[in-house]
């Protein structure tokens, strides 16, 4: 029998407040792994993963940045595991396994106007959701020669609940008061065939998968659920191959959103299960042992993505802050394309050097259905760099460091008057995005370098590392958009409470400092 165990406690909270920073989160996570072969062709293996966040509001801070980040800013509470067991059964040139595993995600958001707590009144946001998964899977694979055979088929039980009250304003303020529990099954088969040839050259994976489940007539029927999935390798020589792959991939909606209701009424009934076809040919050049090159043309083209009703939004371009996403009217009308080259190198010298860069040229877009125009995503950087290396000095001393650079991203500009609304500003605390102008302005580009020295001791039984981490040594500032944001000041308050309006103030927003951190490894 064999087995691991390792818990973490985070010391962010203690950092982040000595920074000044205005949230102080709390991570504590842990894991253990169990392994028996308690006969020749019998194993079992258990597994546990679990995580709790408490991440609090550093209330004492002062200054327009913080006071800006701690008026939208709820309080987060998580917790989250994962847990089971793994049987596999070996038969020669078979082998056969059956898994069971449940996961579990609590979610509580909390947010006062102001952050007082003393009046109910003051209430903005109590967020009481659960997700949870239980999964059986089994599955058998063939080793026949030059031939590899999978087959399998999964159940799961999902569950999801959500009571939450949410101040929010449309075209005038209503208080949400949300509830739902829904409860879906979900089932799935998969088979896959790989080849290899004998020399190893040549490399080919066909495979095949159908999803299904009961939230309504549109996905039980799992022949429109196929995601058929193909790869080939040939290496020419020693040194030079090229590969490429296709595939349609199909991924169920958020919780959120499948589990959205209006007076216990499911209103997203008529969602699909998201697509995206996708396919990609690379050309690789590598020494025999020192040095590889790779060059590689992607496209992926998406469909049936969510799109907001009210917004006009897909939901895939939201989420990059904070808060709920999905819990509103959609339509699976949205479609989105990305495509673009990757140059890829890594360099090594056994025992000394470890050298890995990459730069990745690439358009993200997405448009609300057939007839509009693609506008760049959120995810619409145009490139990506980044390279990192390590060198190993005697006496088990190294030393690392990594280089990140990345195109400014797009940003829709804010709704100045309906932001600047009293109503409006105390339902979120933060301005209101107009989406007519989505994505119409971009940001500058980022550059950021790490830093890190490790002294590694290697004694009989176990060993013990120290290591040194020095994040954005540069201190590098990433530039956001100017926050607008409100001064508390009500420039009109003769006038009836939905036409008051607030004096209104920019803030620049910019954030990036040395991150420091202090380590200790142990390993027996």
Not at 59 to 73: F, H, Q, R, V
Not at 331 to 350: H, N
Not at 497 to 506: G, H, L, N, P, W
Request: aromatic fraction near 14%.
């Amino acid at each position: 029998m064999s087995y691991l165990v390792s818990v973490r406690q985070s010391y962010l909270q203690l950092l982040f407040n000595v920074l000044g920073l205005p949230l102080l989160p709390n991570y504590i996570d842990g894991q253990f792994k169990i392994k028996d072969r308690f006969s020749p062709t019998d194993e079992l293996t258990v597994l546990g993963l679990t995580g709790i966040d408490r991440m609090k509001l550093n209330l004492d801070l002062t200054g327009e940045d913080a006071e800006y980040i701690l008026s939208y800013l709820p309080v987060i509470e998580q917790e989250t595991f994962t847990l089971g067991p793994m049987y596999r059964h070996y038969a020669g040139k078979h082998t056969q396994s059956l898994s069971v595993s449940h996961n579990f995600l609590r979610n509580k958001n909390t947010k006062y106007l102001n952050n007082d707590e003393s009046s109910e009144d003051n209430l903005m946001l109590r967020l009481r959701s659960t997700e949870q998964k239980t999964m059986i899977k089994g599955e058998n694979k063939s080793y026949l020669g030059a031939w590899t055979i999978k087959e399998g088929a999964e159940i799961d039980y999902i569950r999801y609940q959500n009571t939450s009250f949410q101040r929010m304003y449309g075209d005038q303020l209503y208080m949400s008061n949300y509830n739902t529990d829904l409860g879906l099954w979900s089932w799935g088969a998969f088979a896959t065939a790989e080849y290899t040839t004998p020399d190893n050259r040549f490399k080919s994976a066909l495979g095949v998968r159908l999803d299904g489940n009961n939230f309504s007539k549109e996905m039980k029927q799992i022949w429109k659920n196929i995601s058929p999935r193909l790869s080939l390798s040939y290496a020419f020589t020693d040194n030079w191959s090229l590969s490429g792959s296709s595939g349609l991939y199909n991924q169920l909606p958020p919780y959120t959103a499948l589990g959205f209701k209006d007076e216990n009424v499911l209103i997203n009934e008529n969602l699909k299960y998201m697509q995206v076809a996708q396919g990609n040919i690379g050309l690789n050049w590598k020494t025999r042992n020192q040095l590889s090159i790779s060059l590689e043309g992607f496209y992926k083209k998406y469909f049936h993505v969510p799109l907001s009703v009210n917004d006009q939004i897909p939901l895939l371009c939201k989420g990059n802050d904070y808060g709920v996403i999905g819990n509103e009217p959609l339509v699976s009308t949205a479609e989105g394309q990305s495509y673009g080259l990757e140059l890829m190198g890594k360099w090594q010298i056994l025992k000394r050097l470890n050298l890995v860069s990459s730069f990745t040229l690439y358009r993200s877009e997405y448009r609300n259905n057939k007839e509009s125009e693609y506008i760049p995503s959120a995810w619409d950087n145009r490139f990506i760099f980044n390279t990192s290396g390590t060198y190993n000095f005697p006496k088990n001393w190294s030393f690392g460091a990594k280089l990140s650079c990345i195109g400014g991203a797009p940003y829709t500009p804010y709704d100045a008057d309906k932001s600047s609304l009293v109503q409006a500003w105390n339902a979120q605390g933060r301005p209101y995005y107009d989406y007519s102008r989505y994505n119409s302005e971009r940001l500058a580009g980022y550059a950021q370098l790490d830093i890190r020295v490790d002294k590694m001791f290697y004694f009989k039984r176990y060993m013990l590392g120290i290591y040194l981490d020095l994040q954005n040594v540069t201190m590098s500032k990433l530039k956001q958009q100017d926050i607008l944001m409100s001064t508390g000041v009500i420039e009109n308050p003769e006038a009836p409470i939905e036409a008051q309006r607030y004096v209104m103030k920019s803030i620049k927003q910019e954030s990036g400092t040395l991150l420091p951190t202090l380590g200790v490894t142990f390993e027996f």
